[in-house]
């Protein structure tokens, strides 16, 4: 899961997704999720803590360890790279390897939330090193959140093609915050802009998250408004899913 930017609702939607993937298909499926980087987390006396990871666990009904979930965690509301780079404390590959393995020989599917958009920094050694990078190593099927706002369909088109272009597998779209009555919306760009995202990119829109009251959508709180599980609900999940590649690029 990645989306065009930063503060688009890729948690929201992470964590949608996993509740269907836990509760439907007529089976008891075990749902694995990872947010590998997590920052502006909160201090608590057992260490860092992220509420998008909690949030990913309780709506995956995920039973590991928090700190398996989010391996790599800074207090600093910063891209992970200029967080590790400020706290002198780079992140260790092996965190996030021993995640996927535990993760891997837990669950019947993983999901895994990015952080920022694509181009983001994850490394202070490393600066060139993004989040792209990761999504290509870890080779999963891509999904990218994006919003249904003028300027949307440039950052949609660039993200999908930087993630064509490093030969990503993207299995569609997902359009978060769409006003219920696009033709009343003040912004005559959201009547059209899913269409044309389907258009620019070659690709489907698997959902339009509706935009909600703030009180009702708050993944942190364990809330997720019935529109958004609604509208999410019909999209088969679990025919995206894909296992890497054998020549993926992420040792585990």
């Given amino acids: 899961m990645t989306g ?14 996993a509740h269907h993937l836990c ?16 920052t502006g987390c909160r201090a608590e006396r057992e260490g860092l803590v992220s509420e998008d990871a909690e949030a990913l666990a309780h709506f995956a009904n995920c039973q590991l360890p928090l700190e398996v979930i989010n391996p790599l965690r800074y207090r600093a509301p910063l891209a992970p790279a200029v967080a590790a780079a400020q706290c002198g404390q780079p992140p260790d590959p092996a965190d996030l390897a021993a995640t996927l393995r535990a993760l891997e020989t837990t669950s019947d599917v993983i999901v895994v939330e990015g952080v920022g958009g694509l181009l983001v920094p994850i490394d202070d050694q490393r600066p060139r090193d993004t ?72 690709l489907p829109v698997l959902a339009q998250v509706p935009q909600c009251e703030p009180d009702t959508v708050a993944p942190a709180h364990g809330r997720l408004a019935s529109a958004v599980l609604d509208a999410t609900g019909h999209t088969d999940w679990m025919a995206l899913a894909a296992p890497p590649r054998p020549d993926a690029l992420l040792a585990r």
């Fill in 4 to 17: 065009t930017d930063t503060d688009v609702g890729k948690t929201v939607v992470t964590c949608a997704i």
């Fill in 23 to 38: 509760r439907t298909g007529g089976e008891t499926r075990r749902v694995g999720v990872c947010k590998p980087f997590a």
């Fill in 131 to 202: 989040l792209l990078d990761l999504i290509r190593g870890l080779d999963y099927p891509v999904v990218v959140v994006t919003r249904p706002s003028l300027g949307t369909l440039n950052h949609t088109a660039m993200t999908v093609r930087l993630l064509v272009e490093a030969s990503c597998r993207v299995g569609g779209l997902v359009i978060n915050r769409v006003q219920a009555d696009a033709a009343a919306c003040p912004d005559p760009s959201a009547a059209t802009n899913a269409e044309w995202m389907q258009r620019m990119t070659d």
